[in-house]
């Protein structure tokens, strides 16, 4: 018999028999998430005996700067997350108290009120009639119909049992996607002259004037007539109106997002306005057929692709925080997989006072609720947090295998959106021109796909 190799020589007998056996991925989730909490508990009762000796005040800066500090020093190692990193979960919402918190809980406070805007019975009747123009509308559902019995049959080939991989509300949705993305919105980077129709050039912002405030530009971009002979000036005012970007049909990132999630709303969908703090928006929708939140980008037809910005883009991000008529979530484990790569620092508050923010928005929008509309949310956040946690698994199981060749033995995902994105080289190249050279985003005011 042939003698073996080093690298067999080499693993430990407990992973060799373990390798020679089935493995149980569930298990091993589940003994990992045990010993989290097992840990998690004895620290807590070590710091209970301590704080005898400490005033409360004192603890408590301590324990959330401490554990913030120590997460921040790692973030960019080329190694696995360490224990050290993890230990503080679950999290313990604190109130903001210094400065910088206060003013990030103002801004995602003000940034929250944008999904309101989609529960507006007159405005939700006005997109469906924009929409009918023209027989769009109809196209939109018999090509939902049609992808919708696509799907069934599909199943039905496979087994009695075999449910669709998408509901009809999900195929409506993508259906209006391909309609708003080829159809409806103009992208807008430099505006036409509106005199002799010649390209224009940036020359910077300038006061709304009172009739753009009315309608919601928070902003006015100018731009000059590039044609010497006419020299003349274009206002691009960036409206935040929804009301209004139905009606203009153009601009970037921020108006196709605001505007896409609410024909979303008006077409039956349960939506979520996810904000980014670096440059860009998007939405979600709900797919009761798959029992998560669909990640969905107006502007690049994309449909439950969450890395795309990371892997596609080779983007950096620190928080991406959804925000619905149901409250607040941070889902930046969803789009950000592999912090050390594409993570940036989340030193906006500590993780503890985020924790804090968003209780308060989903209180707040869910304080008049029923009973039994609270308990579904409820479960929701819990499946919802569950999707989160795994994500952070699978990425620290990815780096392991990195290190241990496990090949066979670690679980695979066989989902669309877990496997690996095949990188847009026009659109990596377009970030990385724009960006500072960290991946952060644009230096220069004017991304590839500006949001905000």
Known sequence: MANPSNHERDIHPALRQQRNSSFDAKELTARFERLLSERRLNELSSRANQNRQQPPSSYHYQSSSSSSSQYYSNRHSNVPPSYS???????IAQAPQDPASIKFR?????????????????LLDEALEVISRGGALERIYQEAEEESQILQAQAASIGDDEKPEWGYQDCLIRSLLRWFKRSFMK???????????SPTIAVGRTPPTADEKARGATRVELYRCSNETCGAYERFPRYSDVWTILRTRKGRVGEWANCFSMLCRAMGGRVRWVWNAEDHVWTEVYSEQQKRWIHVDACEEAWDTPRLYTEGWGKKMSYCIAFSIDGATD????YVRNHAMHGLDRNRCPEEVLLYIANEIKQLRRDGLSKDQKRRLIKEDEREEKELRGYVVQALTAEIEKLI????LMPTSSRPDEQKLPIREERAEAWRQASDGNGSGPNDGQPPREGH
């Open 85 to 91: 990193s993890l230990r503080n979960l679950p999290k």
């Open 106 to 122: 103002s801004l995602l406070t003000m940034v929250s009120m944008t999904p309101l805007k989609y529960e507006n019975p007159g």
């Open 187 to 197: 992208w807008i980077n430099n505006p036409e002259c509106s005199v002799c129709d």
């Open 331 to 334: 889902v930046t484990r969803r």
């Open 405 to 408: 060749p496990l090949r066979g």
